[in-house]
């Protein structure tokens, strides 16, 4: 597909263009009317080129991944989403549809001075805090933007809290068994106590406004490992405070665990998944202790209870928008209601993902992303489409 104005947008403020080595360009040559792989640069033979793809901002979900042939001898790819990109007159334009409006992540709003004035305020506060002092490495080491959002009172606060992971997902950016890959952050050490757990949440719900805080961060492993700890802080949470939005990021692989939780004060659910087909799901999530069913189970469980459930989609151009996997998306929407699904750009090599799933199950021909997202719209008026995790002012 040769990609036109109409199917770009301006690439969003506080994306990044990445050079990908050990792959040559794609592109189509309007001379000839055919599509090209190129090695050399054509205006200096003498010069290699490469690739270049764009890492979107949040809230824009990639509509096409970028082309390129891939060497033989090449690396996989680094944990990043690699969006198609291209240069236009008034500079770089993205393959991406906005699906969020919210500036809670803009980096524009997040300036340094202001977080680092926070973590001294709430190391003051809380000297003994080791769940504060794990969010400040995460803001000013790894420049993650939940965790500036804490200590800039605003948005949505993180809860790392598990060590440790029922899972083994090919993209886990915080632990890797593949050698050829490199988490993008370490994983917590250490399980907060429900107390400083508390701590950080009533701070949160106490100074902003429409307030959510959030178990299950790209820091830690599956939070419903830590579920001794995680049920005694939402009652206390809850003893507290009825304000706020305590919310769970999760792959939902223990049921029984969602069912106490939500009894305990849970009030929203986001449940990550790559595919909602089976075997698709199994080869990326590779469950170590838990079954499609349970996933299925948790999710009925919260609605069941009346939480709002999102699903964290893990888009991939190709695969995501491939007609069984919309089949099977609009069915899965159908028999389990959920409330919204966030569209969250998989970071993995496309071209390895793509490979590795069509291996598995085919899903047969694309139809675009925005298509798909239109026809959703259309079948089903009340589901939520975003990015970020919602406030609930009236839960559904």
């Known amino acids: 597909m040769v990609l036109t104005r109409t199917d770009t947008i301006a690439m969003p403020h506080g994306s990044e263009l990445m050079m990908l080595p050990g792959r040559s360009p794609v592109v189509f040559n309007v001379v000839s009317d055919q599509f090209e792989t190129l ?3 054509p205006f200096a033979p003498d010069e290699k080129i490469y690739p270049v793809a764009v890492f979107n901002s949040p809230g824009y979900v990639n509509r096409h991944f970028c082309a390129y042939a891939c060497e033989k001898t090449a690396a996989p790819l680094p944990l990043f989403s690699y969006g198609a990109v291209g240069f236009g007159r008034n500079g770089f334009r993205s393959a991406a549809l906005q699906v969020d409006t919210e500036p809670r992540q803009d980096l524009r709003l997040m300036p340094r ?55 083994r997902c090919l993209g886990c950016i915080s632990l890797q068994s593949d050698t050829r890959l490199s988490a993008c952050q370490d994983r917590i050490t250490f399980t907060p106590t429900a107390e400083e757990i508390f701590q950080v949440s009533l701070e949160h719900i106490s100074h902003v406004p429409k307030a959510v805080v959030s178990f299950g961060q790209g820091c830690e492993g599956e939070p419903l490992t830590a579920f001794q700890v995680i049920q005694p802080a939402i009652e206390m949470i809850r003893a507290a405070t009825d304000k706020g939005t305590i919310n769970l990021n999760t792959n939902a692989s223990m049921p029984d665990h969602v069912k106490n939780l939500c009894r305990a004060g849970l009030d929203s659910m986001r449940v990550s998944m790559n595919s909602v087909r089976k075997h698709i799901y199994t080869a990326y999530f590779r469950p170590r202790s ?31 928008d491939s007609q069984r ?8 929407i159908r028999d389990h209601d959920i409330n919204m699904i966030q569209w969250r750009n998989l970071n993995y090599d496309p071209r390895a993902y793509f490979a590795a799933m069509e291996a598995v199950e085919s899903g047969g021909p694309a139809m675009g992303m925005v298509r798909l997202i239109q026809a959703l719209k259309k079948e089903f008026p009340p589901l939520v489409h975003g990015y970020f995790n919602p406030h609930l002012g009236v839960k559904s």
């Open 39 to 41: 090695s050399r640069n």
């Open 325 to 332: 996997e919309v089949d099977a998306l609009f069915a899965f």
């Open 290 to 320: 838990y079954s499609w069913n349970d996933i299925c189970k948790s999710i009925d469980t919260a609605r069941e209870q009346g939480r709002f459930v999102a699903v964290n989609y893990l888009n991939c151009p190709g695969v995501t």
């Open 113 to 167: 001075a202001k977080v680092i004035h926070g973590v001294g305020r709430m190391g003051k506060k809380y000297p003994d805090n080791r769940l504060i002092r794990h969010l400040e490495t995460c803001a000013l080491e790894y420049g993650c933007p939940a965790g500036k959002n804490f200590f800039l009172q605003r948005y949505e606060a993180p809860l790392p809290t598990s060590r440790v992971c029922n899972a």
